[in-house]
């Protein structure tokens, strides 16, 4: 008997991933504890084989809603923070940032995948 295994994309990977945190974290209040749980961790492995995937999807997100913790994703997966310290804690204003580097760096980004 032959099995099939069904193909899930890497697009549809990600946004499992971040349902899956959305609904496990939807109660904590702390960052730290968003940052240290497992489904945020596996987000940050899974960027390691899809960083330009990755980047570009949470940016997408962002656009639509910002939403601290695709933020601080963001933070971690790029390593960077463009976001001025007068505007740290500002969730529109990170967003705006985060995009506007996005915009800069867009080609870098898609070289990650290369």
């Known amino acids: 008997m032959i099995e099939y295994q069904m193909?899930?994309?890497?697009?549809d990977q990600f946004y499992g991933l971040m349902d899956k945190?959305?609904?496990?974290?939807k109660c904590y209040s702390s960052c730290n504890q968003i940052?240290?749980?497992k489904d945020y961790l596996e987000i940050i492995k899974?960027?390691?084989d899809h960083?330009?995937?990755v980047i570009k999807l949470l940016i997408e997100e962002i656009e639509e809603k910002p939403n601290v913790v695709w933020l601080l994703l963001l933070g971690d997966i790029t390593k960077k923070n463009p976001v001025p310290k007068?505007?740290?804690g500002k969730i529109n204003r990170m967003a705006w940032w985060w995009i506007k580097w996005y915009k800069l760096n867009r080609k870098k980004v898609n070289s990650y995948e290369k």
């Open 51 to 53: 960083k330009a995937l």
């Open 7 to 11: 193909y899930v994309s890497p697009t």
């Open 35 to 37: 940052m240290e749980h």
């Open 21 to 25: 945190l959305e609904e496990s974290t």
């Open 86 to 88: 007068r505007d740290a």
């Open 46 to 48: 899974f960027s390691y």
